[in-house]
């Protein structure tokens, strides 16, 4: 679609068409605040302003600052209707529940004001209905009148959790999201909440600079309301602050990351010495284990973007990706692909926004996506099967991975290789791209040791030389079966695990390396060449 040019006003104020603030991050520098942009298109007198927040009430205050007590401010909501937010409180009741009306009394309002309609997108979304097309015909009656009153100087802002741009708005509407509270404004928060609790007790002892700035790291992503309940509870917990309760705004991030239905959170358990091998990787990830932390920004340390983890079936992708986790002390979200894609016209769009926004809430946090190749299948026929929905997802998570400057550490793992779009891994999207291989000898006596520790035998008990050569071609998940039916075959008999049940487990196995032979051999002739091995 070809993008139009942006057009002045007759003050000389520069008007962009709402698809050009699609991608602000990519259109404008990053220290262009998106309220710097709000005073901006409302200077400009631009007629409609799509705002996407879940603050409906620091939004107002906001505007309200914005716009100083000369220029009148109305707000609408389906339950009070019309009411002047300056000046004094004027109630319009013919407006409460009926957005027509409300509009119709805005478009007649004096010049220079501005209304914020909450919550018009029900109006906005199909199946269209005579109410719906009411709505949004006359909101491009009053574009077209704007545009041809050019001195009206009033601004409809359309203020709601979602994005809803309707096809027939898209070049007439323009849109913002409003911030989340910065670090500086969450700092505000936390020093507000504890001098609130001071003034009603006994000041609680200063908290550490390290415990402040681990609690401040802890709300990015919450809302002003959210940072100051998770303040306030982290206070009242035993009367002070330390670094245990950082775990409690932790805890109301993940109360977030639940109700969205869009991200699981995987709960720690794993650790880098459940995985056997992958030395490689194991040296690669403990090198940045501070790679989030303050001294490596300062360093000038970039942040990291991810890992691909491919390479042969159940021999760790997904052990890593809980491991990298835990090893770093960072939250684990898992994006389940699937979930994304819904049944209504761009909201499979809206849902991958939403998952990327959830995830920088959590931030410093792991996106885990597994077998991404299965989420993004069909991307390259998407126009003729799906009408683009698959490749237009999958761009937007590009752009993200590319472009993201948020602490979130992208793990993606891959079973099929060849079935990954070649833009995915092109340099620049992930910092590294490692292969992980059927383990060797070495490997596989280690993943038996973990896997015999894990069920209370002692290693020393068994000749594990044997078992790793009577294991050739076996994968980690494999051997790990092998060791659970070898149990299983024990109990059976009324005794202990011994060498010959291990063994007899394993000789009734065929492994996968036999079973799809060519296959194996063929994935992991490209793994040797093209990626970085996980082995050392």
Not at 69 to 87: I, K, M, Q
Not at 229 to 238: E, K, R, T, V
Not at 317 to 341: C, M, N, Q, T, Y
Request: with cysteine; hydrophobic share 40%.
């Amino acid at each position: 679609m070809t993008t139009p040019p942006p057009r002045r006003t007759p003050t000389g104020s520069l008007i962009m068409p709402a698809n050009v603030q699609q991608e602000p991050a990519r259109r404008r520098p990053n220290r262009h605040h998106q309220i710097d942009l709000l005073r901006t298109f409302i200077r400009a007198c631009y007629p409609i302003i799509s705002v996407v927040s879940w603050e409906e009430r620091r939004f107002l205050e906001g505007l309200q600052s914005l716009l100083g007590p000369a220029r009148p401010l109305y707000h609408w909501t389906f339950t009070r209707g019309l009411v002047a937010v300056t000046g004094d409180r004027r109630v319009e009741p013919t407006t409460v529940g009926d957005p027509i009306a409300a509009l119709k009394f805005a478009m007649r309002s004096e010049s220079g004001t501005v209304v914020v309609f909450s919550d018009l997108h029900p109006w906005l979304e199909g199946p269209s209905t005579p109410e719906q097309t009411a709505v949004i015909r006359l909101l491009r009656d009053w574009y077209l009148d704007a545009r041809r009153l050019l001195d009206t100087e009033r601004t409809f802002i359309l203020l709601a959790p979602v994005l809803c741009v309707p096809r027939e708005l898209e070049k007439e509407m323009v849109v913002v999201d409003y911030p989340l509270p910065d670090r500086t404004t969450l700092e505000s928060i936390l020093q507000d909440v504890i001098a609130r609790q001071a003034a009603r007790t006994t000041p609680a002892p200063p908290i550490l600079p390290e415990v402040r700035d681990r609690l401040v790291d802890a709300a990015r992503g919450l809302t002003w309301d959210e940072a100051q309940n998770a303040f306030m509870a982290a206070l009242l917990d035993n009367g002070q602050i330390d670094g245990r309760d950082v775990q409690l705004v932790v805890a109301e991030k993940q109360l977030i990351i639940r109700k969205s239905g869009l991200l699981d959170y995987i709960p720690p358990g794993t650790t880098l010495k459940d995985v056997g091998g992958l030395e490689n990787l194991k040296r690669w990830l403990e090198r940045r284990s501070r790679i989030f932390t303050r001294e490596a920004r300062e360093f000038g340390i970039p942040q990291p973007k991810g890992v691909l983890l491919t390479g042969v079936q159940g021999c760790g992708k997904s052990l890593s990706a809980r491991a990298i986790a835990e090893h770093w002390a960072l939250p684990l979200l898992r994006l389940d692909v699937g979930k994304v894609f819904g049944g209504l016209v761009g909201s499979s769009e809206e849902n991958i926004r939403k998952a990327i926004r959830l995830a920088e809430a959590m931030a410093p946090c792991v996106l885990w996506l597994d077998e991404i190749e299965k989420g993004f299948a069909g991307t390259g026929s998407s126009g003729q099967t799906d009408g683009g929905t698959t490749a237009r997802v999958f761009a937007t998570f590009l752009t993200w991975l590319q472009e993201k400057t948020s602490r979130v550490f992208v793990v993606a793992t891959a079973n099929r290789i060849e079935a990954l779009p070649p833009e995915l891994l092109r340099k620049g999207r992930f910092d590294e791209i490692f292969f992980i291989d059927l383990p060797g000898g070495i490997e596989r006596g280690a993943i038996f040791d973990i896997h015999l520790r894990a069920r209370k035998r002692a290693p020393e008990a068994f000749d594990l030389g044997v078992l790793v050569a009577a294991s050739q071609g076996f994968s980690g998940a494999e051997i790990e079966q092998a060791v659970i039916e070898s149990l299983v075959d024990a109990f059976d008999q009324g005794i202990d695990l011994a060498q010959d049940h291990l063994l007899a487990a394993l000789r009734r196995t065929v492994p996968l390396s036999v079973t799809m032979k060519e296959s194996i051999a063929e994935l992991r002739d490209w793994g040797r060449s093209r990626a970085v091995s996980a082995t050392g």
